[in-house]
Nanobody
């Protein structure tokens, strides 16, 4: 049973930073490209960032602000978010990039004064 547990979200002021964590179980993530997604109210889930063995790719709207990383030994994926904007407010999820597994609960990120 593959499970992802996201954490690290919260309320932050515009321009602030957060570090999201994703703990995977039932899967050894070293063999998979991993990705972060987000979903704001009324919107579809959208791609945020992915990391393969080494290469990284970001959606244009977060490039140069967010950094994705992975720790295969800990079986975890991270998303360091800086210069957060109100438009970044969403529930953030992690999953395998290809053949996504079941979605976790996500972690809420709220950017507001």
């Amino acid at each position: 049973q593959v499970q992802f547990v996201e954490s690290g979200g919260g309320l932050v002021q515009p321009g602030g930073s957060l570090r999201l964590s994703c703990e995977a179980s039932g899967i050894s993530i070293y063999a998979f490209a991993m990705a972060w997604y987000r979903q704001a109210p009324g919107n579809q889930r959208e791609f945020v960032a992915r990391v393969g063995a080494v290469a990284k790719h970001y959606a244009d709207f977060v490039k140069d602000r967010f950094t994705i990383s992975r720790d295969n030994d800990k079986n975890m994926v991270f998303l360091e978010m800086t210069r957060l904007e109100p438009e970044d407010t969403a529930v953030y999820y992690c999953n395998t990039e290809a053949n996504p597994q079941s979605w976790g609960q996500g972690t809420q990120v709220t950017v507001s004064s």
